[in-house]
Every structure is written in structure tokens, then in C-alpha cells.
């Protein structure tokens, strides 16, 4: 459990995994964002508590926001299916699945369907907008969120083969905590990426100015 939450450096095997394929290309990255996942139920409240309550809705109003303080006034003309970061599967790659005819709806449907995919692909925006790196929370998330998937996933295999009634609820608990985990956190996300975009943009009066215009 220890080796979850540690702020060690990832290993190659680490990122393969859920996050930390779409992370690994900033390990290298000296700078971060301006408040860790940790503090922003502190700093953004309302914007954390607004994440979790109406999620999917806050996952396309922040990309919206992320792609217009990226390029101001771009509307969703660049937007793709998660921007690209967690690639695709057979036929169904990131921008040629009617993105550019019809983003909005794209957009929702990526909300509703991939919310994770979708929140962390807006945080990767900023981060990738500002070569921003990965902090001791990123980490943290990370490997906590591989080591519940994997949890998950043995004890629910465990309980098929096994008939158990205690090991079934365990892994209906473990699904919970992960559930919870995942919401909490993707509030974070949300709450971090506003508090940076509003912090870049109060440092650059002439990016306000055009995105007024």
C-alpha cells in the first residue's frame, strides 16, 4: 500500500498504465502547476464541488476553456477526441470521427462515455500549453489509481472463480473506494487546470484582451 502513494520517480512499466501513459512524456518537466491536486479543494471549493456534483458538464466547459486560453478565439475548431493523448482503437482515431464537423457533440459524448480520458486530456492541454511537469500529487494519482484498477480487477476474478460472498463484497467495496477516488480526484483535475488558466491569464493582460475581442 506504501508503494501507492510514494513520490519515487515512475518506472517505464508505471508508465503503461491507465494515467500514466498520457503523463509520461512530461516526467521530464521542471515546472508545475501553480496548485498541486491536493490543494485545490482549498484554493477552487467551488469549483471542485461544482466538478463533482455536475461532472461530465464541467469535463466540456473546461475544455472549452483550455482550448481557447491555448489558442484564444479558436472556439472548438482544435478540438479532437481526448486531443489525441490516448490514441485510438482500429477505425475510431482521434480526429476523424466527425470532430470538425460537429465538436460539440464529440464532445459530449467523450464526457458522458470517457469522462477520466476526457478530464486528464484537459489538464494535459495547460500542462503541454506550459511544459508543465508532474508533482508528488500526480504521482501519487497515478500509482494510486493503478493499484486500485488492479486490486479491482483480482478481486473480482478471485470472486468468480471462488463463489465467495466476503470476497464479492470486498471487491464491490474496492470498486467504491475507486469510484469515489476517481470523482474526488477529477474534481481536482477540473479545479486545478481553472485555477492555472486564471492565474496565466491575470500574468498576461494581452491574452484577456483578445479573448474579450
Known amino acids: 500500500m506504501c508503494l501507492c502513494f510514494s513520490t519515487e520517480r515512475l518506472s517505464q512499466d508505471e508508465m503503461k498504465g491507465k494515467y500514466?501513459?498520457?503523463?509520461?512524456?512530461?516526467?521530464?518537466?521542471?515546472?508545475?502547476?501553480?496548485?498541486s491536486l491536493c490543494k485545490t479543494p482549498c484554493k477552487e471549493p467551488c469549483c471542485w464541488l461544482g466538478s463533482m456534483a455536475c461532472l461530465c458538464p464541467?469535463?466540456?466547459?473546461?475544455?472549452?476553456?483550455?482550448?481557447?486560453?491555448?489558442?484564444?478565439?479558436?472556439?472548438?475548431?482544435?478540438?479532437?477526441?481526448?486531443?489525441g493523448y490516448f490514441g485510438g482503437c482500429c477505425c475510431l482515431q482521434p480526429?476523424?470521427?466527425?470532430?470538425?464537423?460537429?465538436?460539440i457533440c464529440c464532445m459530449c459524448l467523450e464526457a458522458f462515455l470517457c469522462t477520466g480520458p476526457a478530464v486528464s486530456a484537459t489538464s494535459n492541454v495547460i500542462r503541454e500549453q506550459y511544459?508543465?511537469?508532474?508533482?508528488?500529487?500526480?504521482?501519487?494519482?497515478?500509482?494510486?489509481?493503478?493499484?486500485?484498477?488492479y486490486l479491482s480487477c483480482i478481486c473480482n476474478i478471485v470472486a468468480c472463480l471462488t463463489d465467495n460472498e466476503e470476497i464479492d463484497s470486498a471487491a464491490?467495496?474496492?470498486?467504491?473506494?475507486?469510484?469515489?477516488?476517481?470523482?474526488?480526484?477529477?474534481?481536482?483535475?477540473n479545479a486545478q487546470t481553472h485555477h492555472e488558466i486564471k492565474v496565466?491569464?491575470?500574468?498576461?493582460?494581452?491574452m484577456n484582451t483578445m479573448q474579450r475581442l
Open 131 to 149: 511544459s508543465l511537469g508532474l508533482d508528488d500529487d500526480d504521482v501519487r494519482l497515478i500509482r494510486c489509481s493503478n493499484c486500485l484498477f
Open 172 to 189: 464491490h467495496c474496492i470498486d467504491l473506494l475507486a469510484d469515489v477516488v476517481f470523482c474526488c480526484v477529477s474534481g481536482c483535475m
Open 95 to 103: 480526429g476523424s470521427m466527425g470532430e470538425s464537423t460537429c465538436p
Open 58 to 83: 464541467a469535463a466540456i466547459h473546461m475544455r472549452y476553456k483550455a482550448l481557447n486560453h491555448a489558442t484564444p478565439g479558436s472556439g472548438w475548431s482544435n478540438y479532437k477526441c481526448c486531443q
Open 20 to 35: 500514466g501513459a498520457a503523463y509520461g512524456p512530461y516526467i521530464d518537466n521542471n515546472r508545475n502547476f501553480d496548485v
Open 200 to 206: 496565466r491569464e491575470a500574468q498576461s493582460p494581452i
